[in-house]
């Protein structure tokens, strides 16, 4: 089918004067389509008019769409039960130009900000591989729309107080902020209601006011309207993370710092002049910071607990014992913890991961923790083993250090073992045993039954029994005895060392 162009060209030169076999000539067409054209008398192309198969079955079709909740495979399937044969490309299709499941396409447009006009802000869940595991990640951007400078950190965990230390951090580092922040609506800022009635939370319209903004939410499911900071989320997890290894946290948000100013100063195929620069045109246009930026804090109340510790987000920070169950003020910082009683500063802590059920005690409050047990005394048993030698004493030592409070029925047992054993050979098998870090009381028995062996026990052997009065003996001629034997000796029985010395050794078998 010829286009329109083609058309045109041909209707012109026929108005020219030129006969159907000089324009086919010169359009390089056949003379029937020239003709064609010419009995049309219209340069528009002409639409083919195909019937449609399902064409008939339309109102069958939007029923089954709306039964099978918009599976078209399902549909395809009921009506080929009904008879209706049809490919499924071709329900497809027929479905597309119906608009049967299928909203109208609108065109999204293109936004348009001044220098200093508005800032976007929004956060994606990223998973990340910091030190030796894999965690889920809180990735917080903010962008300002007209030189396209971005800002990004990423928190283990997001709440409004970390919303606003990561706003405060990301404002003073673009040097200000523009007149309003879009967002959707998340209700970390949003308090109440969507879109145009969105009221932020009173902590971050605080915070606005402090930096010269205004909060205001897109409508729901209106993602283009924060394609700003959207788009960034995605070069960000594909150009940031991979190949890249993080000690820790720290380690990270210092890496996708240093990361967003190399991005900062790149040019870019949308844009003028790379953002640093298009930034340093809008500075003038944005909010001036105040003279004083106060830190980000949040106010916890606490009771101080019969240890001495306030417990803060599953974390235990110590304080002087002298205000156990007195109610105190914990102000929660980036970085910081601080305990106030009024208006005294007990104590500033290093602010410990949140939810890691970790302890951080002062070197102040050491010295007075009255949850400290005093040490467990040393029992009679155990006094008379380490006067006895410095072998021995090594050994409790040893022994405590591996059981710990458990190690009194160890000392007990090498208690007995002392009592049931000479000393001396005691004394060896221990200093043997302290000098190899051996703390297995059954071993150090066994090294001590092979050193007395045959001397502090004296079992009887087969050469201790007295010869037989003859050599041999005669054998009985009276059948009845032919039917005893002799019985058979079974093998020696020796009883353990110690553990049977109060019984006298058997006297030997006669032959």
């Not at 956060?123 to 800002?151: F, K, N, Q, W």
Request: hydrophobic letters at 35%; proline letters at 8%; a positive charge.
């Amino acid at each position: 089918m010829l286009d329109h162009e083609t058309r045109t060209t041909i209707l012109k030169l026929h108005r020219e004067g030129h006969g159907a076999k000089a324009i086919a000539r010169a359009v390089r067409i056949s003379r029937n389509a020239v003709r064609r054209v010419l009995r049309s008398g219209s340069a528009e192309v002409p639409t083919l008019e195909r019937p449609e198969q399902l064409a008939p079955h339309l109102d069958r079709v939007r029923q089954l769409h709306g039964a099978c909740v918009g599976n078209l495979v399902r549909v395809h399937e009921e009506l080929a039960a009904a008879g209706i044969t049809t490919a499924y490309s071709c329900l497809t299709a027929f479905c597309r130009r119906h608009q049967i499941g299928h909203s109208p396409k609108e065109p999204a447009g293109r936004y348009h900000f001044e220098p200093g006009e508005e800032m976007q802000h929004d956060t994606s869940p990223h998973t990340i591989r910091v030190g030796d595991r894999e965690r889920r990640y809180h990735c917080a951007s903010l962008v300002l729309c007209y030189s396209r400078m971005i800002y990004a950190q990423v928190y283990p965990r997001w709440t409004r107080f970390e919303c606003r230390v990561f706003l405060t951090e990301a404002i003073v580092a673009l040097g200000g902020a523009a007149s309003r922040c879009m967002l959707d609506n998340s209700s970390v800022i949003i308090a109440r209601g969507r879109g145009a009635d969105a009221v932020p939370a009173d902590a971050m319209r605080a915070l606005g006011e402090r930096f010269g903004f205004r909060f205001v939410a897109h409508a729901v499911g209106d993602a283009n309207r924060s394609a700003r900071v959207e788009r960034p989320f995605s070069y960000i997890e594909n150009n940031f993370y991979p190949g890249r290894t993080f000690a820790d946290d720290d380690d990270l948000n210092e890496q996708l710092r240093a990361w967003c100013d190399r991005v900062n100063r790149k040019p870019r195929r949308t844009l003028p002049r790379p953002p640093i620069e298009l930034w340093a045109a809008e500075q003038p246009a944005l909010r001036p910071l105040p003279i004083y930026v106060p830190e980000v804090y949040d106010v916890h109340p606490r009771r101080v607990d019969v240890e001495g510790y306030v417990n803060l987000h599953h974390n235990r920070y110590s304080v002087p014992a002298a205000l156990i169950g007195r109610q105190v003020e914990v102000r929660e910082t980036a970085q910081r913890i601080r305990i106030y009683d009024g208006h005294r500063l007990l104590g500033d802590h290093h602010r410990l991961a949140p939810g890691e059920g970790l302890r951080s005690t002062l070197a102040e409050h050491r010295e007075d923790r009255r949850w400290r047990s005093a040490p467990v005394p040393h029992s009679p048993e155990e006094r008379l083993l380490r006067a006895t030698d410095k072998s021995l004493d090594a050994l409790c030592d040893l022994l405590r250090r591996r059981h710990g409070g458990g190690a009194v029925r160890a000392i007990r047992r090498l208690h007995r073992i002392y009592l049931d054993y000479p000393t001396e050979p005691l004394v060896t098998a221990v200093r043997q045993a302290v000098e190899y870090g051996l703390w297995d009381l059954g071993r150090l028995e066994s090294m001590v039954l092979r050193a007395v062996a045959g001397d502090f026990f004296r079992l009887p052997t087969r050469a201790d029994r007295p010869p037989s009065s003859t050599p041999t003996e005669e054998k009985s001629c009276d059948p009845k005895d032919s039917t005893k034997q002799e019985p058979t000796p079974g093998p020696e029985r020796h009883e353990p060392a110690g553990d049977r010395d109060d019984v006298e050794p058997e006297p030997p078998i006669e032959p």
